[in-house]
């Protein structure tokens, strides 16, 4: 069914308050010929005349005076749609394991005191899930941990990260690689960043670790290698204060682990509050 459009609604409620379509069109910004074209079609899609002439007025019929609460509702709704869109503060987000847990909480906090009535929405998953999360239009903004090949977002690097290997203080800081790949390795499942930045490491020198355990959290990864389970993988940013008290050693490899954080974007798509925040981001 073709219905009536915005347009027809706005000028229906002009000409009831005005009595007259050459001043309804004015408040419109239509010429005389648009307004009246619009209230024909109007009529032609609601099948009645909605306005008697009696002089140089339109005087509504009863079908147009019964029509006009709920036209205002709508009227109303539409004006509430539109405020909200410019005005929202609200912002779903969706991130990574190491942005979402030792980056965005503090500048999250920030960001929050700077604007007054800031909401967010924060989901965390890995790097592949965020883009799946995007992709599906479940977030405005997304962040990553490693390189993507896709023309669909608008993706920026954002921060420096190193990734690093650790485990126990009785280890040797210093193990050859032979010792390093007999160890089992505690890391990462696919798809996230510092799993993909660690296999293409691996690759590049040829390693093969003995044995691998794959773990979805940093928190269990850090637990296991604590509990002696092998040796860990993880984003400096996660174990720093694990090394600071002595929980766990760095260890040293040949290993280059140097990624970047990546903020992905919807093209084309802004909002006050989505600048703002980007901005911010870049800023602090």
């Not at 990864?221 to 604590?226: C, E, L, S």
């Not at 509990?227 to 929980?247: D, F, K, N, T, V």
Request: some cysteine; proline content about 5%.
């Amino acid at each position: 069914m073709n219905y009536p459009s915005p347009r027809h609604w706005l000028l229906l409620d002009a000409i009831c308050r005005l009595r007259s379509l050459t001043k309804a069109a004015d408040e419109q910004n239509l010429s005389q010929p648009a307004a009246s074209q619009a209230l024909k079609e109007l009529e032609q899609r609601l099948g009645t005349p909605l306005f008697l002439r009696q002089g140089r007025q339109l005087v509504p019929t009863q079908h147009t005076l019964d029509l006009r609460p709920k036209l205002q509702q709508l009227l109303d709704l539409q004006s509430e749609l539109v405020h909200n869109s410019h005005s929202s503060n609200a912002l779903r987000l969706v991130a990574s394991e190491t942005t979402g847990c030792y980056l965005l909480p503090e500048l999250l906090a920030r960001f929050s005191r700077l604007r007054p009535g800031f909401e967010f929405q924060l989901q965390l998953c890995n790097s592949a899930e965020v883009l799946q999360y995007m992709s599906e239009q479940q977030a405005q903004l997304g962040f990553i941990e490693g390189p993507v090949l896709t023309d669909t977002f608008d993706i920026r690097l954002w921060r420096d990260d190193l990734t690093v290997l650790f485990g126990q203080p009785d280890l040797h800081h210093q193990l050859n690689a032979s010792q390093l790949q007999q160890q089992r390795w505690i890391v990462r499942e696919r798809g996230s960043g510092t799993r993909a930045v660690l296999e293409h490491e691996l690759a590049r020198l040829g390693w093969s670790p003995a044995k691998v355990l794959e773990l979805q959290r940093p928190e269990a990864i850090k637990q296991a290698v604590r509990h002696g389970l092998g040796i860990g993988c993880l984003p400096l940013l996660a174990i720093e204060e694990e090394l600071r008290s002595g929980q766990l050693i760095r260890l040293n490899s040949p290993l280059r682990l140097q990624r970047h954080f990546r903020i992905v974007q919807h093209k084309g798509y802004q909002s006050p509050v989505l600048t703002a925040f980007i901005e911010f981001l870049f800023s602090a």
